[in-house]
């Protein structure tokens, strides 16, 4: 099946760390481990004037030396950009697409590429990677319904389209968190989420809070891929929060940081190096708070 999944995205991956050299010139070097880091204040808002010294970087519990560091504001972005058309979410697609196309006219510049994708019980692909707002927004007036949800399988799929770029690699999924038909499991999406290096936000559509057909474990499995690749979730029931949470994302992906490093030696024979990355000496001291993927996996997994 995952043969199947990956017949219309065919290509040879090769997992590559990348620094910004100058602005707007890439330098791709496989030895080093690239972490964007998001910092942000009590209140939420995105912290964009930190130093080097303010950040501290440990794999699996050894230091690191931070070999690159710079703001990643000026890096090209690649996003790709899930809609949710189920059956379940028929009610509040328009107010989605609306948001969807505020988002897309907002977050593109020049050096930055969108995909578009709907899924429901098959994933599909509307427009590839491209910098034309007027294509994109084509693309959106294309989406449609269908019945059940395979989420997974869009997180899945997304990855593997991101994971050929370079840069910074952004998914951005609307969607109930509901699953129901996807044909490979959480586990295995969040994987090659993890290896694409992609930052997955979650925007999660609950209409009634109180709803007896949600799911709560969808919502649970969302929120955990959001936070292990170093993206965040959000709640949204209305347009106004639909604009929020895309508003909310739009900043961050303005104010990233990125830190890269040479691994030393290793002592643990686990696949998984844990990263973990610490404030120090910071303006707002503890009120401020550090997102980052929570590792990387030091071999591919077969597909």
């Not at 090769?14 to 690239?34: F, H, I, P, Y």
């Not at 090209?76 to 609306?98: A, F, N, Q, W």
């Not at 994109?136 to 899945?156: F, H, K, P, Q, W």
């Amino acid at each position: 099946m995952k043969r199947l999944l990956l017949a219309v995205f065919c290509c040879v991956v090769l997992r590559v760390c990348v620094a910004q050299e100058s602005e707007g010139t890439l330098k791709v070097d496989v030895k080093l481990v690239n972490v964007f880091v998001t910092v942000t204040d009590a209140h939420g808002a995105p912290v964009a004037n930190l130093e080097k010294e303010n950040f501290a970087l440990k794999e699996d519990g050894k230091e690191q030396k931070i070999a690159v560091f710079t703001r990643e504001s000026a890096l090209p972005l690649s996003i790709v950009l899930g809609v949710d058309t189920s059956l379940s979410t028929k009610k509040d697609l328009p107010l989605e697409l609306i948001s969807a196309r505020k988002f897309a006219a907002t977050i593109l510049r020049p050096q930055d590429a969108m995909s578009l994708y709907q899924f429901s019980e098959v994933v599909r692909e509307l427009v590839p990677f491209s910098s034309d707002l007027k294509r994109i927004e084509s693309g959106i007036d294309r989406i449609r319904n269908g019945a059940a949800t395979a989420l997974y399988d869009m997180v899945y799929l997304g990855s593997h389209a991101l994971s050929a770029r370079q840069g910074r690699k952004v998914m951005v999924v609307i969607t109930d968190g509901g699953d129901t038909v996807s044909q490979v499991d959480y586990k295995e999406a969040l994987r090659t989420a993890q290896e694409a290096e992609a930052i997955i936000y979650s925007i999660i559509i609950v209409p009634i809070q109180a709803s007896a057909g949600r799911d709560t474990g969808g919502e649970h499995a969302l929120i955990t891929i959001s936070t292990d690749t170093g993206g965040k979730y959000y709640y949204a029931s209305s347009l106004p929060e639909l604009d929020e949470a895309f508003r909310r994302i739009s900043d961050e992906l303005r104010t990233q940081y990125l830190l890269a490093y040479y691994p030393s030696q290793r002592y643990s024979d686990s696949d998984f190096r844990r990263i973990q990355v610490n404030l120090v000496g910071t303006p707002a001291g503890a009120s401020e708070q550090a997102r980052y993927r929570a590792g990387y996996f030091t071999s591919k997994s077969s597909f």
